[in-house]
């Protein structure tokens, strides 16, 4: 997966926007334009990188002449006191995007490290870990991006790629069955179709409608196994809703094919890393 530039530079030049109104009064005043430094940035817990080139961009849409030496690359693991990249150039250009540079790498670099928690957790299953649409507004795209670093699959970018029936749709429009069927009649035949069911009778219905995808929305796990057993392969299966850490592998050997967690990328710790002044090899 590769981001767009032109989204990564909308989203960099925001933020930059956001943290520097027309100038950088303790930098601009204190140091002169030709003064120059060396810098470097070390992580401060062990997990998944992701946003290196990222990081690296933000120095070049600040000003022109830092040399950025990436180190680590995203998806590899990294332990405590590992230098990920090294810099030199323009004191003022390191200062100004020291702090926009961290936040997206520790923001991305937390959901990549949580991503692989889980991946890890359910490894030696049928079941994918899946991310949702509850994300921060502006950055999507890198979210996600993000977790594909750690080792999870992308569901739905935005509404318009897939049609997803959740319980309010299904509720306006009088039952699974009549929703399924004027869906069905209106959309192109790329288009999957996505059911979320509460119970085993709702599992039942999107299956006699022929639904592409079914999600178990907070079924227990005797529920999902049960579920598995009665859909046999005729779609896919979702299991979604209030999964922790200790929940997840019990839910994955329920047979579900997909784990989706907004958790992810909604309330994800991030990653600690510094900058940090000096030269490092």
Request: aromatic share 4%; hydrophobic share 40%.
């Amino acid at each position: 997966m590769q981001l767009l530039q032109s989204y990564v530079d909308e989203v960099i030049l925001r933020a930059l926007h956001e943290d520097i109104t027309g100038m950088d009064v303790t930098t601009d005043f204190l140091l002169s334009e030709a003064h120059e430094s060396d810098a470097y940035l070390m992580a401060k817990d062990e997990g998944v990188l992701c946003g290196m080139e990222i990081a690296k961009r933000v120095f070049d849409l600040v000003g022109a002449g830092v040399s950025f030496e990436i180190l680590k690359n995203d998806g590899e693991s990294v332990q405590y006191g590992e230098i990920l990249a090294v810099m030199h150039g323009g004191t003022r250009t390191l200062l100004k995007g020291e702090r926009t540079a961290l936040n997206l790498l520790q923001h991305l670099s937390g959901i990549a490290t949580e991503t692989r928690r889980c991946v890890d957790i359910v490894a030696g299953t049928k079941a994918s870990i899946a991310d949702t649409r509850k994300t921060t507004v502006g950055i999507r795209a890198m979210q996600k991006y993000a977790v594909r670093c750690g080792g999870g699959r992308n569901h739905r970018f935005n509404l318009s790629d897939g049609a997803m029936l959740k319980d309010n749709h299904i509720d306006a429009c009088g039952g699974i069955l009549p929703a399924i069927t004027q869906l069905r009649a209106q959309i192109g035949h790329m288009v999957r179709i996505e059911v979320e069911v509460r119970t085993l009778d709702e599992l039942q219905q999107a299956l006699d409608a022929k639904a592409d995808i079914i999600m178990l929305d907070n079924m227990d796990c005797a529920t999902m196994k049960e579920a598995v057993r009665i859909t046999d392969g005729r779609a896919l299966l979702e299991a979604s809703g209030g999964i922790t850490h200790d929940t997840l592998r019990g839910v994955a050997e329920t047979g579900v094919d997909i784990i989706s967690i907004g958790a992810l990328t909604h309330s994800v710790k991030a990653f600690d890393i510094s900058m940090k002044w000096g030269k490092r090899e």
